[in-house]
């Protein structure tokens, strides 16, 4: 069975790839966590607001 292993410095490159594209893709992850925390704050604030009467929600027909 033949394998194929690429150079050492392929190796290195692509190494360092995968861990670019690792950092890059936590901080995406790390961005919408914090998105989705301030989504739920402003939810839990809409929700009081509305509950006491700071704001007017139309009634549905």
Do not use: C, H, R, W
Request: no cysteine.
């Amino acid at each position: 069975m033949d394998l194929f292993i690429p150079p050492l410095e392929e190796q290195k490159a692509i190494a360092k790839y995968i861990k670019e594209f690792m950092i890059s893709s936590d901080s995406g992850m790390e961005l919408l966590q914090q998105q989705i925390e301030k989504l739920k704050e402003y939810k839990t604030t809409l929700i009081n607001s509305a509950v006491t009467g700071k704001i007017k929600v139309p009634e549905v027909a």
